[in-house]
């Protein structure tokens, strides 16, 4: 057929074909989430229903793009793992991250409702923007996820640090953050347990970690895109990081731990709030202190999916579950699952994100 005259400017177009045999991270961040979460009247510095929305794009971001390995989500970003040999679009780059952002923020207004229920859709269009970084190796995939949960938990402990003074303790936002300045971490968790009485390593998990979307296996008849459920501890006015009575500081001092993150001395808010949640039936239980930003945590689905002689020695909480149902794999099927977890260090990596670090299995490549 013959070639209009006007084909000549798709010659204009430029290959954006990312390199091969590489890791490709695409993240995406609210455009001025700033003032969106406050016209929104975001709970501060947690807005649940806020995490629970991201929580849910993200997870059908995952279900229509089966090359990403892992999400992580916080505050008003997401991060998300393609596998190295991913030939989604031939690895062009605009038309992978494009497509990423456009269902992220489409699906993050589609299902707005079904968590600001009171509000039938925002009071304006919500703009996420996103890129696409490209890593070479195994190392730099696990230091960026370690670098965003550091992330999540410096800022999460400074913003809640910085509003109990505030919302509690009647400081202006100013002299709050005056109070704050040159405190490291374990100043914060002591403040916040000898002022205010509050544990912050029993604070939810979602908060302090932010969320990680895998792929584990899901019971059979699970709706993949059901709505989030809200975790008990995480509604307005949970007193689970509470502490009575008031203790000794020695009691302090093992309560906080030390602080598995390397921060500077003096901390400075990065501008970031926090966020994190679950899959279709999926409960998320603490459990060892690990790493220092501690404890781990297993769903509901997870627990569901550890073969029968593992059931039989232990559940997810390292508790003997003998007599226990032992879980069949008729029953499930792959999925997306949403958790709050430690990914920072080997525990992770060599456990439940083993896949996804795993070699693959040769492909033949596209010429
Ligand atoms: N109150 C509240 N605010 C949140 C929550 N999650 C995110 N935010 C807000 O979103 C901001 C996200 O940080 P940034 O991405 O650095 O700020 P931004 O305004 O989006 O700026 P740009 O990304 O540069 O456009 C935080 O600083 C908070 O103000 C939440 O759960 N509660
Ligand atoms: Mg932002």
New binding site residues.
């Given amino acids: 057929m013959a070639k209009s005259k006007y084909e000549y400017v798709k010659e204009f177009e430029t290959d954006d074909r990312m390199l091969r045999n590489v890791y490709v991270l695409v993240r995406i961040?609210?455009?001025?989430?700033?003032?969106?979460?406050?016209t929104h009247d975001?709970?501060?510095?947690?807005?649940v229903r806020?995490?629970n929305l991201m929580n849910h794009a993200a997870r059908c971001v995952m279900n229509e793009l089966d090359d990403i390995l892992i999400a992580f989500g916080e505050?008003?970003?997401y991060s998300f793992l393609f596998r190295k040999s991913t030939d989604l679009y031939q690895r062009r780059e605009a038309k992978i991250v494009s497509t990423v952002v456009s269902l992220f923020t489409s699906a993050y207004v589609y299902y707005w409702n079904d968590y600001f229920t009171e509000l039938k859709r925002p009071l304006y269009p919500p703009v996420f923007d996103g890129r696409a970084v490209l890593y070479p190796s195994e190392v730099e995939v696990k230091d960026y996820f370690a670098w965003r949960q550091a992330d999540t938990h410096i800022n999460n402990l400074f913003n809640t640090s910085f509003w109990a003074l505030v919302e509690e303790g009647g400081l202006t936002p100013k002299a709050a953050e005056a109070r704050l300045c040159g405190t490291d971490s374990k100043d914060k968790n002591e403040m916040l347990f000898t002022e205010f009485n509050t544990n912050y390593s029993k604070l939810p998990a979602m908060y302090r970690k932010g969320s990680v979307l895998l792929r584990e296996q899901i019971p059979k008849d699970a709706d993949k895109d059901a709505i989030i459920p809200t975790l008990p501890e995480t509604l307005p006015g949970s007193k689970s990081a509470k502490v009575t009575p008031a203790p000794d500081t020695t009691t302090i001092a093992l309560q906080s731990g030390p602080d598995p993150i390397s921060e500077p001395v003096s901390e400075a808010p990065?501008?970031?709030?926090?966020?994190v949640a679950v899959a279709s039936p999926v409960v998320s239980q603490e459990t060892v202190m690990q790493e220092g930003i501690d404890s781990n945590s297993h769903s509901e689905s997870m627990k569901r999916s550890i073969d029968a002689s593992e059931a039989e020695q232990q559940d997810a909480e390292g508790e003997p579950v003998a007599g226990k149902e032992a879980p069949t794999f008729k029953r499930m099927k792959k999925g997306v699952v949403i958790d709050h977890i430690d990914i920072i260090g080997e525990k992770f990596w060599a456990g439940r994100g083993a896949y996804i670090l795993a070699p693959e299995k040769k492909k033949k490549l596209r010429s």
């Fill in positions: 961040d609210g455009k001025g989430f700033h003032k969106f979460s406050q975001f709970a501060k510095p947690n807005d806020g995490i505050s008003d970003e990065s501008g970031h709030t926090t966020p």
